[in-house]
């Protein structure tokens, strides 16, 4: 059941993680100022879940290694992100895509996990949850006024659409790690995620004026068994780039 | 000094018998401390050399943010990634605080931000510098915000009053970032390997004399600065406020066990400050004109980011005009 | 950012206070002005509400017309508790 957990935290740390590093790279390029402040703040909400997740996961492996350790020393096969949130930044439609895809199940799973029987994971829920559902709110307003805007703008939607949805399979297909935790109320059930997600993806995309692909097809990666697109070395390359190169250092 | 040789197009000042009856009254407010608020009469030089000042310090912000954004990617910790993000939102924050305040005065964003975009307005000269390793993020904090808040704690007093009271905001949110760098700096140097102590080292001996340069030119050159401090939009002259700079900062490097790259800086008993050698002013007025290692970058970038956001900022507006119809129907 | 409308912003710092002006923000609508101004004006807890209202939405008084706006109340001095001298005796009141 320990090593279920610590796969299970990984995997949301490891998700919030690379999904805040993607949303660093904006800096200094966002469409207006705003949303500058913005983005920074959503992606400053995810790191600190990701310190929060991989802090508990480090104390459960009990070797010796930190949060950081977890973060900065890990190699692409041991990183268990989903693969949406690896994906390219692309033009603002992707990233606004990957946001929302990614909020909409992020919130339902943070709801389910304030009740789980996992007190350290029901607080660590809790606080995130708030944060979730504002990055959720923002997200789905930008869905809508990009998909329901412009010509351009409805266009590049649906190109954005198109390049993602793919990795939502992952969204939606349980494993045996994450039933078994389930089962023990520990983690949040993936079915009931799953349905909540697609619900949330409709509503917005209706609204949007955009059209609800069918389901993904499974295919052959898979972010939880640390198979993933060829994007995240050059993230971890570039994130990881300072302890990797001084070991012994102190920052 | 976050706003650098701002022109003020006049040429001599006027004493208040000169003036006419609602400059005069102008005058006499600001003499008395009383701020000018958006709505009251203002001479027209001094409500554009307000729009020019601020707009230079919003830019300075908003550029500010570039040499960071080169290197939050890279931060080496989750800690330090999340302190570097907050610095960061607060930069953005304050360009627009800034902004904000310079839309008081009748200018409008987009229009400052295409002549800073074309070369026609300026930011402070230390964002054209690069930033080559982590310590520079450290360094940055600790003595270009340094700088920064030199300036920034005596313009609270400025007269203008939207430009004060960001100037309040500003200060009281930025303590941090100061400490911020120092402290990062100071991990390096007592706790890091040689390598980083020679990071911290190699990042002061590079922005050390850029960080003066900060304050402006000396004020036997400082042509506009007269009539600013008569205005009161300029409280101190360039040349106190970065001597208040190298004194409160000397003590501050020799804690860290770290030394600047000034053979003639030494402690003045007589005057009672620190004596420091000859800024190389050629270099500054290069950087100021666009020379400078990383203005084309900076620029660029900024520029490239409003026009590729265009689409993203319309589809915003044709939105948010469908639902008022809607609205307006039902 | 032209298209976008100029909103004057207002936060309530605790419960029981007034909202107070803060600044603008730009935002193409009324929800997306709301969010900017939030993550402008309360990344550091400072307030528990907020309002924006459109610029232009705005009636100020001019600054000539202080006099005769605001100069009539100095002297009705009447209209403050100090004005009316107790004997000592009445105590608080």
């Not at chain 1, 998700?15 to 966002?30: K, M």
């Not at chain 1, 520990?186 to 799953?194: G, L, Y």
Request: charged letters at 25%.
């Amino acid at each position: 059941m320990n090593d279920d957990l610590i796969q299970y935290l990984l995997r949301l740390g490891d998700t919030a993680l690379i999904q805040g590093q993607r949303l660093c790279e904006w800096c200094g390029n966002a469409p207006a100022l705003e949303e500058e402040l913005a983005l920074m703040n959503v992606g400053l909400d995810l790191v600190g879940q990701a310190r929060n997740w991989l802090e508990y996961a480090a104390e459960l492996l009990n070797d010796g290694r930190t949060a950081d350790d977890l973060a900065f020393g890990r190699d692409e096969r041991s990183f268990r992100n989903l693969l949406l949130v690896e994906q390219p930044n692309g033009d603002y439609a992707v990233t606004m895509t990957k946001q929302f895809l990614y909020d909409a199940w992020h919130f339902d799973v943070l709801q389910q996990l304030c009740n789980s029987s996992d007190e350290r994971i029901a607080g660590i829920a809790a606080k995130a949850l708030k944060e979730v559902t504002y990055h959720l709110r923002r997200s789905g307003e930008w869905i809508q006024r990009l998909g329901d805007g412009t010509e351009e703008s409805h266009a590049r939607m649906l190109a954005a659409i198109e390049q993602v949805w793919r990795f939502t399979v992952e969204l939606g297909a349980a494993d045996e790690t994450e039933q078994r935790l389930a089962a023990a109320g520990i983690a949040a059930d993936h079915d009931k995620a799953a349905n909540a997600w697609l619900a949330e993806v409709t509503q917005i995309f209706t609204l949007a004026t955009l059209p609800v692909p069918s389901p993904a097809n499974y295919f052959y990666l898979s972010g939880r068994k640390g198979l993933h697109t060829e994007h995240l070395g050059f993230i971890l390359a570039e994130m990881q780039y300072l302890p990797r190169t001084y070991p012994n250092a102190t920052w | 000094m976050y706003a650098q040789l701002v022109e003020t197009g006049v040429k001599r000042l006027k004493s208040l018998d000169e003036m006419e009856p609602q400059e005069r009254a102008f005058q006499e407010r600001i003499d008395a401390e009383i701020k000018i608020e958006a709505k009251n009469w203002m001479p027209d030089a001094y409500r554009q050399t307000l729009i020019r000042q601020i707009s230079q310090h919003a830019h300075s912000e908003i550029v500010g943010m570039l040499p960071e954004g080169n290197w939050v990617t890279r931060a080496p910790s989750l800690k330090r990634k999340l302190q570097l993000m907050a610095k960061i939102q607060d930069e953005a924050g304050h360009g627009l605080y800034l902004y904000s305040a310079m839309e008081t005065l009748g200018a409008d964003r987009d229009e400052e931000i295409a002549k800073m975009h074309n070369g026609k307005a300026k930011y402070s000269s230390i964002f054209n510098y690069p930033t080559l390793s982590w310590a520079d993020m450290g360094a940055v904090g600790w003595l270009v915000d340094g700088a920064a808040i030199v300036n920034q704690v005596v313009l609270q007093r400025t007269s203008y009053g939207p430009y004060s009271r960001a100037m309040v905001r500003i200060c009281k949110e930025e303590s941090f970032h100061q400490r911020q760098g120092y402290q990062m700096l100071l991990t390096m140097m007592q706790e890091g390997t040689q390598a980083q102590k020679d990071m911290v080292q190699d990042s002061i001996n590079r922005l050390w004399w850029p960080s003066l340069m900060m304050f402006g030119p000396s004020d036997e050159h400082s042509p506009n600065s007269a009539q600013s401090m008569a205005w009161k939009i300029k409280r101190q002259s360039n040349d106190e406020l970065r001597q208040r700079f190298v004194d409160q900062t000397v003590p501050q490097l020799e804690l860290l066990g770290c030394t600047a790259p000034d053979p003639d800086l030494k402690w003045n008993e007589e005057r009672g400050h620190y004596d420091f050698g000859e800024i190389q002013w050629d270099e500054f007025y290069e950087v100021l004109k666009g020379n400078g290692p990383c203005n084309q970058e900076r620029v660029s970038k900024r520029r490239n980011a409003i026009e590729s956001g265009a689409w993203v900022r319309e589809a915003a507006v044709a939105y948010a005009r469908k639902q008022q119809l809607k609205r307006d129907v039902a | 950012m032209s298209d976008w409308t100029l909103f004057e912003v207002f936060v309530r710092s605790k419960h029981g206070l007034n909202h107070k002006h803060v600044g603008s923000v730009h935002a193409a609508d009324a929800s997306m002005a709301l969010e900017n101004a939030r993550e402008l004006y309360t990344r550091r807890n400072e307030g528990v509400s907020l309002w924006v209202v459109p610029s232009a939405a705005i009636t100020a008084s001019a600054p000539d017309e202080k006099e005769p706006l605001f100069d009539p109340s100095n002297d009705k001095i009447y209209r403050h508790a100090s004005f009316y001298e107790l004997p000592a005796e009445v105590g608080h009141m």
